[in-house]
């Protein structure tokens, strides 16, 4: 988490420049957000402010007068060390107040240098692990270190994740740049150079980007341009990448009153650009282009994986049960709970694994990658939706979702086209293998309806929002469901949480008189998942009535008929009815977000911004 953006050029105004780097990177966090400028009369300025971005853009705009800089950095934060604070808002400085930094991951030794560093006479004013960095270049300059040498030594004694850049009054004309496992991309435009945690968030001035690797360090001036180096100092030849191929961070919510609003009613036309050139609805074929060249390594695999966390995982886990239910030997990860003793040698050298990511910055995905990317010799893609991102480019192939920019930071159409480039990844699998796929006519049928079963959906809004005032002062939610409904009540669940705030719980529906039924009472309200197609429909009912019996509050949200269901439910949402049983929890999640949405908002929740998270999770 945490957003950097750095900016040298011509321009006077580098803070302004800044700030406006840091209000697109905001949702990567936005606990406190900081600046700093090398100004006219060649001095270190450091502004801070706790809270959103538009807190340090008003002190900026007051300040504007004293703050003449071609050269600057800022940070918006996610806390992960110390409170959040202004001491411990970035950018952190040395003992004489010459050098900043701004720094996104973690610093896994930082305990152990700081004590060393103390041992040396050093002062640290705040609880975080980045403050050990300019103590450290301080260090090696008082030791006669050149500054290339001081930062190239301090970064190489730094353990665990990071992107870090640097100004000091000490080296006038340059950002000091590295990245070990967190993301940063440097912008190059006309005798200017920017640099950020996200590409997309690039000014429009900027025309080639530069990804930086793990073990990349580099410097910006405006004279001598990009420089990129390791960690020895031997210098590293770099790829031009256009800035074209990448979408704009959007920043408009088109009138609506939420981007997580805006984004649910987008996903009907979001699932015809996701799956726009894939489907041959003549042929009844799927053609993903991304993977023609891996066809036959895939179709060897004995077994395919989906590896995600988070929605991205609740996404796999669909993908691995429609698999199954395809013939596949599928099996789903969840990254943020995966390790090196994880491993199954067995299983993973014959499988074709697909990474899900939103944000392809993850993490817990990324350091899953690197496993099994160093212990097996399994084949890895991904399904990503942002172009250009770490995911994307450490796998072999794979299939981007083309959800567009999400900016709230519940997934909503990530999560949906996540599912449905599962679903068509697992039918072309099928088909690359010669399975036979039992109602296929039936099966593209509904692929083609789905963006309008989707706008169906997104029109029982009015309904939804009427039935979440009902339930408003209910504290403690169940989302339970059996099969294919089950991942939709995993994530109807983490979407309730996520954004209200109030306590919410995913199960299976069958596994509920295995121990969950005893939390049942009047003050809990269960939110049962149903579906028509579900091959043991009739244990569903079953289980309502197990609920019901004990003087349990049910509300189900289904496309089964309201007539088969125990008379005993509070509530029905009716979903639309599709012919086949695979695309339905696509309708579904529609569903479950926007009740999600509608609770959150009658409860004066920041639903684009919720407490404590962040769009991208950087750190472990
Ligand atoms: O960018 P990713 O898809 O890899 O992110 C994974 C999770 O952090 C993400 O899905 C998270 O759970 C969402 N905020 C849930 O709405």
Not at 293 to 312: A, E, M, T
Not at 476 to 482: A, E, S, W, Y
Request: charge should be positive; glycine fraction near 8%; include cysteine.
């Amino acid at each position: 988490m945490c957003g950097i953006y750095g900016y040298i050029g011509t321009d006077a105004d580098a803070a302004s420049v800044v700030v406006s780097g840091l209000q697109k990177l905001e949702y990567r966090g936005y606990d406190s957000a900081g600046l700093a400028i090398i100004d006219a009369n060649h001095n270190l300025k450091i502004l801070k402010q706790v809270g959103y971005v538009s807190e340090l853009n008003r002190l900026v705009f007051k300040k504007s007068k004293e703050l003449i800089a071609k050269v600057g950095i800022g940070h918006t934060r996610w806390a992960t060390h110390g409170r959040v604070n202004k001491a411990n808002t970035h950018p952190h400085i040395d003992c004489h107040k010459q050098i900043a930094v701004v720094h996104n991951g973690v610093i896994e030794n930082y305990r152990q240098l700081q004590r060393q560093l103390i041992e040396k006479g050093h002062r640290f004013t705040s609880q975080t692990d980045t403050e050990v960095i300019p103590h450290l270049i301080e260090e090696f300059l008082a030791e006669g270190l050149k500054f290339r040498q001081a930062f190239n030594q301090a970064l190489s004694r730094l353990v665990g994740a990071w992107a870090v850049a640097v100004i000091s009054e000490l080296d006038l004309d340059t950002i000091w740049i590295g990245r070990h496992s967190s993301p940063l991309a440097v912008g190059i435009g006309d005798s200017q150079l920017y640099l950020s945690s996200d590409a997309r968030a690039f000014d429009h001035q900027v025309g080639n980007i530069v990804f930086l690797e793990d073990g990349h360090l580099g410097s910006l001036s405006v004279r001598r341009g990009l420089k990129l180096f390791n960690l020895k100092g031997k210098p590293i030849n770099y790829t031009l990448i256009n800035k074209n191929g990448l979408d704009k961070i959007e920043m408009d919510k088109n009138g609506y009153d939420h981007f997580m609003l805006k984004e649910i009613c987008q996903q009907p036309q979001v699932c015809r650009q996701s799956y726009q050139g894939r489907i041959d609805f003549k042929e009844k074929k799927v053609v993903l282009g991304g993977l023609f060249n891996y066809n036959s390594q895939i179709k060897q695999s004995r077994f395919i994986g989906f590896v995600g966390c988070g929605s991205s995982y609740h996404a796999g886990l669909l993908a691995e049960i429609i698999g199954r239910e395809l013939g596949l030997s599928t099996f789903s990860l969840d990254s943020s709970n995966f390790g090196r003793a994880d491993v199954d040698k067995y299983v993973l050298n014959n499988s074709s694994l697909f990474y899900l990511s939103q944000s392809g910055e993850t993490s817990d995905t990324l350091n899953a990658l690197k496993i099994i990317k160093l212990e097996t010799q399994a084949l890895n893609l991904g399904i990503v939706n942002v172009v250009g991102s770490s995911l994307a480019r450490q796998v072999k192939a794979g299939v981007y979702t083309r959800a567009g920019i999400e900016v709230g930071v519940a997934a909503t159409k990530s999560f949906l086209t996540q599912v449905l480039i599962g679903l068509i990844t697992a039918i072309y699998i099928a088909d690359l293998k010669g399975m036979k796929i039992k109602s296929r006519q039936r099966l593209f049928q509904d692929l083609k309806q789905l963006p309008n079963n989707i706008e169906k959906v997104v029109g029982l809004s009015k309904e939804i929002k009427q039935l979440a005032k009902r339930i408003l002062s209910v504290d403690k939610f169940m989302f339970l469901g059996r099969r294919l409904a089950y991942p939709i009540a995993l994530e109807g669940s983490l979407k309730l949480k996520e954004i209200s705030y109030k306590f919410s719980y995913g199960d299976k529906l069958g596994s509920l008189k295995h121990g969950p039924l005893a939390i049942i009472d009047k003050d809990n309200l269960v939110i049962a998942i149903v579906f028509k197609h579900d091959t043991d429909l009739s244990k569903n009912i079953s289980n309502i009535h197990e609920i019901t019996a004990r003087k349990g509050r049910v509300i189900v949200m289904g496309d089964v008929n309201q007539s088969s269901l125990p008379r005993s439910i509070e509530d029905f949402i009716k979903l639309p009815s599709l012919s086949t049983a695979w695309l339905t929890p696509m309708v579904a999640a529609v569903g479950v977000q926007l009740l999600a949405y509608y609770l959150a908002l009658l409860l004066g929740k920041e639903i684009d911004r919720p407490r404590y998270l962040a769009k991208s999770v950087t750190v472990n």
